[in-house]
Protein backbone atom coordinates (compact mmCIF):
# COMPACT_ATOMS: atom_id res chain seq x y z
CA UNK A 1 0.00 0.00 0.00
CA UNK A 2 1.42 3.14 -0.90
CA UNK A 3 1.62 5.91 2.21
CA UNK A 4 1.54 9.53 2.02
CA UNK A 5 5.11 11.63 2.15
CA UNK A 6 5.85 14.62 4.26
CA UNK A 7 8.61 16.74 3.61
CA UNK A 8 9.66 20.24 5.15
CA UNK A 9 10.05 19.51 8.52
CA UNK A 10 13.07 20.65 11.08
CA UNK A 11 14.23 23.11 13.43
CA UNK A 12 13.32 26.66 13.32
CA UNK A 13 13.33 29.66 15.81
CA UNK A 14 10.21 30.58 17.90
CA UNK A 15 8.83 33.62 14.98
CA UNK A 16 10.01 31.67 12.52
CA UNK A 17 8.30 29.67 8.97
CA UNK A 18 8.27 26.01 7.54
CA UNK A 19 6.10 24.98 4.91
CA UNK A 20 5.59 20.80 5.21
CA UNK A 21 4.29 19.51 1.79
CA UNK A 22 2.67 15.93 1.34
CA UNK A 23 2.31 14.01 -1.44
CA UNK A 24 -0.83 11.75 -1.15
CA UNK A 25 -1.24 7.74 -2.17
CA UNK A 26 -2.79 8.92 -5.46
CA UNK A 27 -4.67 11.82 -6.99
CA UNK A 28 -5.77 14.19 -4.80
CA UNK A 29 -8.43 14.33 -6.22
CA UNK A 30 -10.04 10.87 -5.25
CA UNK A 31 -9.99 12.16 -1.83
CA UNK A 32 -12.67 14.70 -0.54
CA UNK A 33 -10.99 15.19 2.97
CA UNK A 34 -7.95 15.57 4.00
CA UNK A 35 -5.62 17.57 6.64
CA UNK A 36 -2.80 17.53 8.97
CA UNK A 37 -2.37 16.08 12.10
CA UNK A 38 0.05 17.09 15.12
CA UNK A 39 1.53 14.73 18.02
CA UNK A 40 3.42 16.42 20.98
CA UNK A 41 5.40 14.45 23.49
CA UNK A 42 3.14 13.09 26.43
CA UNK A 43 -0.03 14.11 24.53
CA UNK A 44 -2.73 12.90 22.59
CA UNK A 45 -2.78 13.67 18.43
CA UNK A 46 -4.79 16.38 16.96
CA UNK A 47 -6.11 17.83 14.43
CA UNK A 48 -3.81 21.00 13.13
CA UNK A 49 -5.67 22.10 9.76
CA UNK A 50 -8.30 20.34 7.34
CA UNK A 51 -9.73 20.18 3.60
CA UNK A 52 -13.24 19.20 2.97
CA UNK A 53 -15.70 18.93 0.29
CA UNK A 54 -15.72 22.41 -1.74
CA UNK A 55 -12.25 23.37 -0.77
CA UNK A 56 -13.34 24.41 2.75
CA UNK A 57 -10.98 24.99 5.71
CA UNK A 58 -11.01 24.10 9.03
CA UNK A 59 -8.19 24.99 11.02
CA UNK A 60 -7.59 24.61 14.97
CA UNK A 61 -8.06 28.12 17.43
CA UNK A 62 -4.32 26.95 18.54
CA UNK A 63 -3.03 27.77 15.29
CA UNK A 64 -5.70 30.08 13.59
CA UNK A 65 -3.80 33.35 11.57
CA UNK A 66 -0.83 31.37 11.99
CA UNK A 67 -1.08 28.11 9.99
CA UNK A 68 -2.34 27.33 6.28
CA UNK A 69 -3.35 24.44 5.19
CA UNK A 70 -3.98 24.16 1.07
CA UNK A 71 -3.93 21.49 -2.02
CA UNK A 72 -2.38 21.87 -5.14
CA UNK A 73 -4.32 19.70 -7.87
CA UNK A 74 -1.24 19.80 -10.72
CA UNK A 75 1.58 19.68 -7.99
CA UNK A 76 -0.39 16.63 -6.33
CA UNK A 77 0.57 17.54 -3.46
CA UNK A 78 -0.89 19.23 0.17
CA UNK A 79 0.97 22.14 1.90
CA UNK A 80 0.70 23.39 5.56
CA UNK A 81 2.32 27.13 5.30
CA UNK A 82 3.22 27.25 9.30
CA UNK A 83 4.46 31.20 9.88
CA UNK A 84 5.15 32.73 13.37
CA UNK A 85 6.23 29.41 14.93
CA UNK A 86 5.82 28.86 18.73
CA UNK A 87 8.16 26.44 20.78
CA UNK A 88 4.34 24.82 21.45
CA UNK A 89 3.74 24.19 18.21
CA UNK A 90 6.99 21.26 18.62
CA UNK A 91 5.73 18.15 17.30
CA UNK A 92 5.29 15.26 14.83
CA UNK A 93 3.42 16.78 12.00
CA UNK A 94 1.18 13.81 9.85
CA UNK A 95 -0.48 14.25 7.05
CA UNK A 96 -3.58 12.41 6.45
CA UNK A 97 -5.79 11.48 3.56
CA UNK A 98 -9.61 10.02 3.73
CA UNK A 99 -12.03 11.50 6.17
CA UNK A 100 -11.55 13.46 9.74
CA UNK A 101 -9.10 11.44 9.87
CA UNK A 102 -9.36 9.12 6.85
CA UNK A 103 -6.78 5.63 6.53
CA UNK A 104 -3.92 7.15 4.92
CA UNK A 105 -1.58 8.38 7.64
CA UNK A 106 1.87 9.66 6.98
CA UNK A 107 5.28 8.78 8.72
CA UNK A 108 5.69 11.58 10.22
CA UNK A 109 7.87 14.74 10.21
CA UNK A 110 9.93 16.62 13.30
CA UNK A 111 8.86 20.38 13.70
CA UNK A 112 11.28 21.54 16.51
CA UNK A 113 10.90 25.33 17.29
CA UNK A 114 13.53 26.89 19.70
CA UNK A 115 12.88 29.74 22.01
Known amino acids: QVMPVESGGGLVQAGGSLRLSCAPPGSIFSFNAMGWYRQAPGKQRELVAA???????NTADSVKGRFTVSRDGAKNTMYLQMNSLKPEDTAVYYC?????????WGQGIQVTVSS
Open 51 to 57: IGTGGRT
Open 96 to 104: NFGTYPGPY
